[in-house]
């Protein structure tokens, strides 16, 4: 079968590995559509950093591996001691490896596992024609939900995760910094939880026309005072929740300089540099920073139920294309910033 392989720094090729077979507990896969995440992205052109160059505790793998873990698919095995799952249920994968006996994992917060681990960073993952996953990772869905919207909600989960953090209902006013996948998510998920003011800031004109297509508000940073305007549109309150999904320090600083009293920052972006945080506007606000990471199951049902609804639209930032077109077209143009998202159907 073909299967985007990981080497190491700028060496992905689709390679013919050999075709697994589902292990007792696990069922065997036809994978639909894969999304290319910006952790693929960081491990291309500065990894390896969460792909294992020895053994993984959890997962016994290590480089080379075949990489990716957003992914839906369809089952075409089951292995032994399997009854809840037979051939033809399409599934989403909720790709998390967790060692369940630390403290986190205890608390039911297996999202923050000490030892965690991703099917597609620290396993064989989701890019390939067929991938082996264990039951606990999947999840059902409706027939109104496609195997494109499916690959999807790995990471509008992520978003649908960090809205929860926000503890936002209908009525309150909540910002998102940046218009990527991520905040497009944000966007989506704070929608769905009712919230009609939802304003999202972004710099760049393509991502702005992109999320205002879907029926998003945006603002421009460089064209507009952000919290001068924020200030004025809830009467001096501030913002009941802001979402960093940006990851640079501008929209750091712009997002707590917006928030209100005793509101979170909730920062959902992976930060590449360090930031120099205005402590004095916390202190004086009693505001936080809140950080956010990955999901729960709780979360995936929350997005697949959402889906099922209609809420989530794909038009125009989400791009397919063929596996054998991963690297040119998925991760050099996600890289230049002239695609937003970007599904590989490992069929053709």
């Given at each position: 079968m073909r299967a985007a392989v990981y080497y190491g720094p700028n060496k992905i090729e689709v390679d013919d590995v050999a075709e697994p077979d589902p292990r007792p507990g696990t069922v065997k896969l036809k994978v639909g559509l894969n999304g290319i995440c910006g952790t693929d992205l960081h491990e291309y052109y500065a990894g390896p950093i969460f792909v294992p160059t020895e053994p993984h505790p959890l997962t016994h793998q290590q480089l080379p591996l075949t990489i990716g873990h957003e992914f839906s698919g369809t089952v075409v095995a089951v292995g032994g001691g399997v009854t809840d799952w037979q051939e033809g249920d399409r599934v989403a994968v909720e790709p998390v490896y967790k060692c369940?006996?630390?403290?986190?994992?205890?608390?039911?917060?297996?999202?923050?596992?000490?030892?965690?681990?991703?099917?597609?960073?620290?396993?064989?993952?989701?890019?390939?024609?067929f991938t082996i996953v264990p039951t606990d990772?999947?999840?059902?869905?409706?027939?109104?939900?496609?195997?494109?919207?499916?690959?999807?909600?790995?990471?509008?989960?992520?978003?649908?995760?960090?809205?929860?953090?926000?503890?936002?209902?209908?009525?309150?006013?909540?910002?998102?910094f940046g218009a990527g996948p991520i905040g497009i998510g944000l966007w989506f998920a704070l929608r769905g939880k009712g919230l009609d003011d939802v304003l999202v800031?972004?710099?760049?004109?393509?991502?702005?026309?992109?999320?205002?297509?879907?029926?998003?508000?945006?603002?421009d940073p460089a064209a507009l005072d952000v919290p001068a305007f924020i200030a004025d549109h809830t009467r001096?309150?501030?913002?009941?929740?802001?979402?960093?999904?940006?990851?640079?320090?501008?929209?750091?600083?712009?997002?707590?300089?917006?928030?209100?009293?005793?509101?979170?920052?909730?920062?959902?972006?992976?930060y590449e540099k360090p930031l120099e945080?205005?402590?004095?506007?916390?202190?004086?606000?009693?505001?936080?920073?809140?950080?956010?990471?990955?999901?729960?199951?709780?979360?995936?049902?929350?997005v697949i139920a959402l889906m099922a609804r209609g809420a989530y639209d794909t038009t125009g930032w989400v791009t397919r294309i063929p596996i054998e077109d991963v690297i040119d077209e998925g991760f050099e143009e996600l890289h230049a910033g002239t695609k937003m998202k970007v599904l590989v159907d490992p069929a053709v």
């Open positions: 369940g006996h630390c403290a986190p994992c205890r608390a039911g917060n297996y999202n923050v596992c000490q030892q965690i681990a991703f099917h597609g960073l620290m396993s064989d993952g989701g890019m390939a024609e990772m999947l999840h059902r869905l409706p027939d109104g939900v496609s195997l494109e919207l499916g690959a999807l909600v790995e990471p509008m989960s992520v978003a649908y995760h960090a809205a929860t953090l926000g503890d936002v209902a209908a009525g309150d006013t909540a910002m998102v800031v972004e710099p760049s004109p393509t991502r702005r026309a992109a999320i205002e297509a879907l029926g998003a508000r945006t603002l001096g309150d501030g913002a009941d929740a802001v979402f960093d999904a940006a990851g640079v320090a501008p929209a750091v600083s712009t997002a707590l300089a917006c928030v209100g009293s005793r509101k979170p920052m909730v920062s959902v972006a992976i945080t205005p402590l004095l506007n916390l202190v004086m606000n009693e505001s936080r920073i809140q950080g956010s990471l990955c999901y729960t199951g709780a979360d995936f049902e929350a």
